[in-house]
């Protein structure tokens, strides 16, 4: 059976294993990124990382055919070059990451964004096994996606594209970080939900606890905090509105819905499915399927692995 290196690159740790063509994961590891300190450094992470997998396959006479990578930032993945947009990551721009790689270690290396990867990973091994159209959400700090079309990875021209956490959803809405107004992310993200909660909370004279997560919004909306059950039903609006704009382009068989909001719990994923049937067309959300991500933590470096398996 084939066996690729899937490596999941952070802005504090690298996840990575050998992965069998199977999703089993035959052996694990995890170090720091070193990703505030330079490119190099989190290149020499990087090395360390394959180094002590290969050493692992030589030791167990398990042969390697690949090595697949997901990072932060735009990803050139005809060249393997991260552009640039990995603010997290010390000089991580202009970085020809296959090449440098491939001037190592003989073996067919496969770059692609993060995001990307954990899409792939859902698709390939997790929630939307066995689909061929999906798309995958993850609703975090920002808002990361994935597009899986025809059973493979889609993002534009020379990967320049699907940054769904950017889809304009609010017409002259707030400033993005991006440098453009109304974002999906700007609305829709675990910082957004914690940041448009705070209002609430001031607009009706009461005191902003300190440490407010999306955990703690949750928790209150299930005590029936009203700050809290509108905000939290807010934020599934912008999400279900977002996602069936996705579903009337492209119809996917599953939207996937990763990331740590995901947690919450089956109701959130439900409120989500409800606002997105809301605002969808119905021919179009015919054979969509809205769940939970399930490979949690595993998805970044299984999905590098994909890349090498769906070359």
């Not at 059976?1 to 996840?15: E, F, H, R, S």
């Not at 692992?56 to 690949?66: A, K, M, P, Q, W």
């Not at 029936?224 to 069936?244: K, Q, R, W, Y």
Request: glycine residues 14%; hydrophobic residues 40%.
């Amino acid at each position: 059976m084939k066996n690729v290196i899937g490596i999941d690159l952070g802005g504090t740790a690298i996840k990575y294993a050998l992965v069998d063509k199977a999703g089993k994961a035959l052996y694990e590891g995890i170090l720091p990124s070193k990703a505030d300190e330079s490119a190099e450094k989190i290149i020499e992470q990087l090395k360390v990382a394959i180094d002590d997998t290969l050493r692992y396959s030589r030791e167990n006479n398990l042969e390697v055919y690949g090595l697949g990578i997901g990072s932060p930032g735009i990803i050139d993945t005809i060249s393997g070059t991260v552009m640039g947009g990995a603010e997290n990551l010390k000089g991580w721009e202009q970085v020809p990451l296959a090449r440098l790689l491939r001037e190592a270690y003989d073996l067919p290396i496969y770059v692609d964004n993060d995001a990307n990867v954990m899409g792939l990973a859902e698709a390939t091994f997790g929630a939307a096994k066995g689909c061929t159209d999906v798309i995958f959400l993850t609703i975090g700090t920002g808002v990361g996606g994935a597009m899986i079309i025809n059973g493979k990875l889609y993002g534009g021209y020379r990967n320049r594209g699907g940054e769904l956490g950017h889809f304009p959803l609010i017409a002259d809405g707030e400033d993005c970080a991006c440098g453009s107004r109304g974002c999906f992310e700007q609305y829709a993200s675990a910082s957004a939900l914690v940041r448009r909660y705070k209002k609430q909370l001031e607009k009706n004279n009461k005191p902003v606890p300190e440490g407010v997560n999306g955990k703690y919004i949750v928790q209150q909306y299930h005590a029936g905090e009203p700050e809290a059950v509108f905000s939290l039903n807010e934020n599934c609006d912008f999400i279900g509105h977002a996602i069936a704009g996705f579903v009337n382009i492209f119809s996917p068989q599953k939207v996937v819905i990763g990331g740590g909001l995901s947690e919450a719990g089956e109701f959130y994923v439900n409120k989500i499915r409800e606002a997105a049937n809301k605002y969808c067309m119905a021919d179009c959300a015919f054979s969509t399927h809205i769940e939970p991500a399930v490979l949690g933590n595993k998805a970044g470096y299984l999905g590098a692995a994909g890349l090498v398996f769906t070359a």
